[in-house]
């Protein structure tokens, strides 16, 4: 064959459900990008146009019809080049996920996902049709007559087709009849969620197919926090027979990240650029990068001021303010100060004036200030350990602190109840009790400033005591976003030292050096979390064990006892413990407020693992442990 030379863009984009203003302004800043590249093919990310987090919304006739009319507006951008974009495609009753090539502003046609994802976050057979593969219809739109299905499509002679997301994970994979077709070029728009180490599944998936396919392969996914709990990479890569030709910087602070590069199409094409070394991933650098980015685009696209956080000075809240911190680090270096000021919507003129007179450093400082408000509510319970952590991260980092005692309500709340029944209230009768008022007590004040601030509350639970209902409903799991819930509470506390070390928050170093504790009992007690529960080690093996690999309870103790983890009683009274109050709690889990998606799994019910509130709680399986 002769040789043909074509230059590919794709591009990552930053899109929210439903905003058709905002999803089509980042679309065509691709196109017009892509154009000035000399682009010849623009691949974009599934579902773009819509936005692919609308859920139930795809399920309604009018939004295909509204997509598709953005749809003939992004053509009317395409003249000199040939653009794939996503949208919903309604269709004999049924929603197809689709991407529409568009060459030189006409509509070639609509290539339908074959596969649907069903596993851990994903829904979509419930919204979606699978394509037949090999199948090809016409459908009648607007007065126009359109192909859709599983077309194999050209561009000067060089044959492509695709596979959509999910496509590629599956071994009947598309593409292994594309290739007999003598497709070269495979596309891949994609709405790939974060997870840690994803990425590098991600990036074999694409370069193993273009070797194990003679292929070039291209792969778009989406950007940023788009609806609320998924976060996206905005991985870019184009690759050609197992060689990487391009990757990007992972999630950035852009709407819009465009790649490209030129391609030779030959029977043995020459690769002139390609990347021979990625560097191993650092789990830390991405949980960081994923939770900065998402707290950004969760605060801007809900129109909030801002955060609020009751700052304890423990691991929980301490994690939440830096990750608000190095939002305004990442954020002002991805984009600059005077963009990064501009999205997030409320600094006026003259602040974003001022700010642009200061120093770097004392700009961030301030940019912090602004939005991020803690407080410090102390108790008769609380230590001075914990006022100074607290206090030393706030002005490390320069955010707004404020310091109250909440003893005077506790109390008040405490005689009433006191009171009513006749009796005091003891900590031998009544522990759970005094421990919870306190932490309720916190809630009032903190979301009296949350409100007089127009600003998002955090709330601080992690993965951990979300398996175990280690938290106070109405207390410290209240807030408007549970930015760390997905994350599990070894994790964060090997990550704070790296912080300390690595990103230089040298206010860190006082929580770095505390045991966990929730501070509920009298100091004498000396409460530690490890007590109360267990090792967070042995915690968090249990919950994985359990509910990602799915084993029995005596399954996760043989597995356990294998590895040494504790003697066989200190086991089975650990194991008994988790899977007793898990099944007590899922009650808290269904009320815990939205949580990102930051690693492989989680224990959300609304987006990953589902469960009976009311259930037999493992007795049987628990009883059968004890006879090991």
Known sequence: ??????????????????????????????????????????????????????????????????????????????????????????????????????????????TAKQFLASDGVHYEPRWFAPWPANEVQEFEMRGQKYQIGDIVYEEQGVKYAFEICEDAWRPNRPAERHMAKGVQLILNPSASHFALSKTDVRYRLVVDASKKYQCAYMYA????????????????????????????????????????????????????????????????????????????????KSRSRGFVLSLSGGADSSLCAVAVAEMVRRGVESIGLQAFLEKALFFTEEEMAELAQLPKEAARKAIVGKLLTCAYQGTVNSSDDTYTSAKELADSIGATFYNWTIDEEVQGYTSKVEHALGRQLTWQQDDVTLQNIQARVR????????????ALLLATSNRSEASVGYATMDGDTAGSISPIAGIDKAFIRQFLIWAQQE?????????????????????????????????????????????????????VYAILLEQQKGTPEQLKA?????????????????RYAPAFHLDDYNVDPRSWLRFPILSGGFKAELEKLQQQ
């Not at 623009?42 to 749809?71: N, R």
């Not at 809630?443 to 127009?454: H, Q, V």
């Not at 650990?574 to 269904?590: L, V």
Request: contains cysteine; aromatic residues 10%.
């Open 221 to 300: 996914n989406l950007l940023g926090n788009e609806a609320g709990k998924m976060i996206y990479d905005g991985e870019v890569l184009i690759a050609q027979n197992g060689k990487l030709i391009r990757r990007n910087d992972l999630l950035c602070f852009k709407d819009v990240d465009l790649e490209y590069a030129e391609v030779c199409f030959s029977a043995n094409p020459e690769i002139a650029e390609v990347i021979e070394y990625l560097p191993p991933i650092d789990e830390n650098k991405e949980l960081i990068a994923a939770l900065s980015l998402a707290l950004f685009d969760y605060m801007r």
């Open 443 to 454: 809630a009032p004040a903190i979301w009296m400033l949350a409100n007089i601030k127009y």
């Open 574 to 590: 650990w194991i008994t413990k988790f899977y007793t109050m898990w099944s007590r709690n899922q009650w808290k889990r269904e």
């Open 1 to 110: 064959m002769k040789e043909t030379k074509l230059t590919l863009a794709a591009a990552a984009l930053n899109q929210t459900p439903m905003d058709w203003a905002g999803n089509l302004q980042h679309i065509q800043t691709a196109i017009q990008e892509a154009k000035r590249q000399n682009a010849h093919i623009l691949l974009l990310p599934e579902l773009c146009i819509t936005g692919y987090g609308c859920e139930d919304l795809f399920l309604s006739p009018w939004v295909s019809e509204e997509a598709f009319g953005k749809l003939l507006e992004v053509k009317e951008w395409c003249d000199g080049i040939t653009v794939a974009v996503g949208l919903p495609v309604f269709l004999n009753k049924q929603v197809y996920n689709t991407a529409c090539v568009i060459k030189n502003k006409e509509i070639i046609g609509f």
């Open 503 to 555: 990103l230089g928050y040298i206010g860190l170093q006082y929580v770095n050096n505390l045991q966990p504790s929730a501070e509920l009992r009298p100091q004498e007690q000396t409460q530690t979390d490890e007590k109360d529960l267990m090792p967070y080690e042995v915690l968090n093996q249990i919950e994985r064990l359990a509910f990602y690999d799915r084993y029995a309870p005596e399954e």
